[in-house]
């Protein structure tokens, strides 16, 4: 397996006014615009057992209106997640997922053929080269597996 290029010192240090509600927004906006990300409940599990190594990161969408199928769903991607080691966020919204989706729209539609996609779980695929805000967002997670906490804080996701 290739190890990822990790940008340098000077440009990681270019982030040290980041936070993770940033970091998560523009990994985001760049995995949608490299079409690295996999939306849907379905698709994510079918790519994690097929290639959990692959996954960066997987981003699981806490909306105060799901119902019970989603929470179950969600406490087992977290489980899967947490036994494989895989990096893994809530966040506070499946619509500004979308949103921040949007700015990729038209490449996803000629992917998705105009179906509806599903943003209560999103996986985030490897890149070759991380950026500054995925070297912040991968020690921003593994502070929770290390720390042994539990549950990491919902991100608010900025639109």
Excluded at 39 to 54: I, K, M, N, S, T
């Amino acid at each position: 397996m290739t190890l990822p290029k990790v940008m340098d010192l000077a440009e990681i240090k270019e982030t040290s006014t980041m936070t993770v509600e940033k970091a998560l927004g523009e990994v985001l906006k760049r995995a949608f615009g490299e079409d690295r990300a996999i939306c849907g409940v379905f698709e994510c599990a079918q790519y994690l057992e097929a290639d959990p190594e692959g996954v960066f990161i997987c981003i699981l969408s806490e909306d105060k209106s799901q119902d019970l199928a989603v929470r179950i769903q969600h406490t087992l991607f977290e489980a899967y997640c947490r036994e494989h080691q895989i990096k893994f966020i809530k966040t506070d919204s499946c619509q500004k997922l979308s949103v921040i989706s949007s700015s990729a729209k038209s490449k996803m539609e000629s992917c998705h053929s105009g179906e509806r996609l599903d943003f209560n779980c999103v996986l985030v695929r490897c890149s070759n080269i991380l950026s500054p805000e995925e070297v912040f967002l991968s020690e921003y997670c593994e502070n929770f597996l290390l720390g042994g906490l539990a549950y990491p804080a919902i991100v608010q996701i900025p639109v």
